[in-house]
């Protein structure tokens, strides 16, 4: 699946929803690799003209749409509640009939967010100081979930970080070899194989009650937080489709791949890909200063590295995988974008490994294990 231009019918999307002004254009907007999203412009009659995010959800990778958005919504109203009228929290503007999603005559889901202004967000972290700010608003993101009413949230993909599922999987993936890929990838299908045990680590510790269950965002990419284009603060945790019941490891962990890396998630040299220990360092101070770091136990203080390396590892199985089906389930710019993408992820877990002292005497000093 590659980008996707503004659809012809997208204005009679648009007429569902109550707009401020006029609608004037659209364009595809950002480099998530799932929905397809786009900035909306509206005229009101000032200056500066009204603008929106539009997007149209995947509804092959999320299969309940209507729950995923009764999360959404629970989840921006809860947030929304207890930052202010004032703050750019995420927030979603509801279809004329009251629904936070709608469906279009070709079966597509849509739903429109006010576009969070005078903020942007990174591919990548260039600074500490952009590693701290990320790190503290993931963890006090889920820290604000913490007594989220409702009950649970519903499971918008299932096994998501499962990461057992996941290598099944992939070896399911090899062994059918649909498109006749896993000839050119066996450096990375030995890899893959060489680190299988790692997979059951965090779910051995969720199984004997060692690392508890809470509710967490689940894709703590750093292209998920919007920075203030002024201050570079965090103003807004953007991407709610995978809150839900998960383990807070799994957001340092996603947060740390993307954010404590060397270079993009899809350079084609993945021999540029490297553990940035500084940065590392900085997530940890971060994420442990922040309202979440009070909750964590010693067992998850002591994993905090062990889960950058399995998110990393899982994200590299994953894109692995969609290689050896055929590019079916992310974004592809060109035919090899999923196994560069592979190749980056495996080259990191390596990087991690590799820097296993500096990691510890790390974790001693800053988190205490
Ligand atoms: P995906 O699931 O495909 O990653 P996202 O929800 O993360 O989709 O949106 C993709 C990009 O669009 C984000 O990285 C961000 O740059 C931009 N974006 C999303 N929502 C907003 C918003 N409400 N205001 C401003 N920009 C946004
Ligand atoms: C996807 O939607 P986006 O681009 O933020 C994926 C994440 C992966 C990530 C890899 C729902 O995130 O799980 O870690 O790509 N989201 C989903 O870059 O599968
Ligand atoms: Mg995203």
Sequence with gaps: ???????????????????AGRYVSAAPYGSGHINDTYVVHCDEGRPAPRRYVAQRINHHIFRNVPALMENVQRVTAHLGAKTGPNSRALALVSAADGRPVIQDEFGGWWRLYHFVEGAHTVDRVTSEAEAREAARAFGDFQAQLADLPGGRLQETIPNFHHTRSRFENFRRALAEDKVGRAKEVQPEIDFAFSREADADVLLGLLAQGQVSE????NDTKINNVMLDDTTNRAVAVIDLDTVMPGLPLYDFGEMMRTSASSTAEDDPKAENMALVVPYFRVLVEGYLASAVGGVLNATERAHLAFAGKLMTYENGLRFLTDYLQG???????HPRHNLDRCRTQFALVRSIEAEQEAIKRILGEVAGV
């Design 214 to 217: 809470r509710v967490t965002h």
């Design 327 to 333: 590019d079916t389930y992310y974004k592809i710019k």
């Design 1 to 19: 699946m590659s980008a996707t231009p503004v659809p012809a019918h997208f204005p009679e999307v648009l007429r569902q929803f109550p707009l």
